[in-house]
């Protein structure tokens, strides 16, 4: 959520900068009136405050003066003031509540550093790694690869649960595996993350707190009992909260984790390609980075947050591109991104594996995570990132596509090797 009296202070430079990321001009609109009634209401109490402090003298000095009845009258005047004044102490409450709840469903406002542009078409390449694998025969998707080495069953997973859930098997499910556990490794043993095992179902107030609701309640899979649960729609929810409600020492800043987690989305809407195989399913498998920072090294730790999620491609061998989202495809939350697209042989081009974000102080200010500094500061909000490192079923796919053989079998990278118990291939059963 944004800073109120920042948005209040400096409403025309917000309404452009949201502009940018397509918010219409009117969106602070109500806002904007909310905050004038805001005002008039404000100011209403403070003269009628005024008047009766200044009543309360003069009833003083008339029953100094054996005036009773002069002084009766005006202590009923300073007791109808003493209403009014309550009712607008009320009134006050009702419009901060609902410019607190107007906020709710405005965006994060763009870093200055962050190109402009209206969407991903115009998302700006950083780098690239690695190089295009070279085949002598017509590469296959995953979903055949897959389903002809016995490793992938979506016809069975769609009997058992519906469209966009799959089925790994044998070594198929093992790859999946030693991902998560190759990507642990990695991050907490060379990158400094500390491993957690989060919940993956959650309560409103920690979807609130990184932005899933109220505004994308409809991705969300809710149960249906009374407690007003949800799945996690990914691993950042639950703990980016850790701290919620927290003062934290600025000396133990930054706090980084590395999470690996089941998410599950309804993704609502059509994907076209995208809906083939396992590239966008209801629930799938992430390992994700959230790091807890000072608002002055934030980022610095996007950056290197984006190299720890590329540290994994590198080590598969997978070529790859970073690219930098313009202002019209940020996510909600974010001030900043990254995204990591890795190459994918079948769509022949590169596919999202991973967003890095910098939130600033965006979902910590809805969370309530703050920090103080050294000697009783006043305590202030930390800034919050997220990142997978990476999507466990789009790394396996991109394995599969990258590493496939002219037989239909796939090498395994030499870095999983060890995680798979020593397996050089996955050939058909």
């Not at 509540?97 to 998302?123: A, C, F, I, T």
């Not at 909600?332 to 974000?357: G, M, Q, R, T």
Request: glycine share 6%; hydrophobic share 35%.
């Amino acid at each position: 959520m944004l800073d109120l009296n920042y948005v209040r202070e400096n409403l025309e430079n917000v309404r452009a900068a949201l502009q940018t990321r397509g918010v219409p001009a009117s969106a602070l609109d109500d806002l904007e009136r909310a905050d004038t009634e805001r005002r008039r209401v404000i100011a209403e109490s403070d003269r009628l405050n005024t008047e009766r402090n200044q009543a309360s003298r003069e009833i003083g000095d008339l029953m100094k003066q054996g005036r009773k009845d002069e002084a009766e009258v005006r202590r009923k005047q300073v007791a109808d003031s003493k209403e009014r004044i309550a009712e607008l102490d009320k009134l006050r409450e009702t419009v901060e509540s609902r410019m607190r709840e107007l906020l709710s469903s405005v965006p994060n406002v763009p870093h200055s550093s962050v190109p402009v542009g209206h969407d991903e078409s115009e998302n700006v390449e950083i780098r690239q790694w690695g190089a295009k694998p070279e085949f002598g025969f017509e590469p296959r998707d995953h979903v055949e690869l897959g389903t002809s080495l016995r490793i992938l069953d979506l016809e069975r997973a769609s009997k058992i649960s519906g469209a966009r859930f799959a089925i790994l098997n044998e070594a198929g499910a093992r790859l999946s595996r030693a991902l998560v556990n190759m990507m642990l490794e990695v991050q907490t043993r060379e990158n400094g993350y500390t491993e957690t095992l989060p919940p993956f179902i959650v309560n409103a107030n920690t979807l609130f707190g990184t932005a899933q609701l109220p505004k994308f309640e409809a991705d969300l899979f809710k149960l249906t009992d009374e407690r007003g649960l949800y799945l996690i729609p990914t691993g950042e929810v639950p703990v980016t909260n850790y701290y919620a409600d927290e003062i934290l020492e600025a000396s133990v800043l930054p706090l980084k984790f590395a999470a690996y987690s089941p998410c599950f989305r309804s993704e609502a809407g059509s994907y076209g390609r995208d809906t083939r195989g396992i590239y966008r399913q209801h629930q799938f498998e992430k390992v994700e980075l959230v790091k807890v920072t000072l608002p002055e090294a934030s980022f610095n730790e996007l950056e290197s947050m984006t190299r720890d999620a590329e540290a994994i491609l590198q080590k598969l061998g997978l070529h790859y591109r970073v690219v930098e989202h313009v202002t019209g495809d940020l996510g909600f939350s974010a001030a900043k991104s990254y995204d990591v697209e890795v190459w994918l042989p079948s769509y022949k081009e590169f596919k999202e594996i991973s967003s890095c974000s910098n939130c600033t102080d965006f979902q910590a200010r809805r969370a309530q995570i703050r920090f103080r500094r050294a000697g009783g500061a006043k305590p202030e909000f930390v800034h919050t990132l997220n990142g997978s490192g990476l999507a466990i079923g789009r790394t396996w796919i991109a394995i599969l596509e990258n590493y496939q053989q002219e037989d239909g079998s796939v090498i395994i990278p030499e870095a999983l090797r060890s995680y798979m118990g020593g397996m050089e291939r996955i050939v058909s059963q």
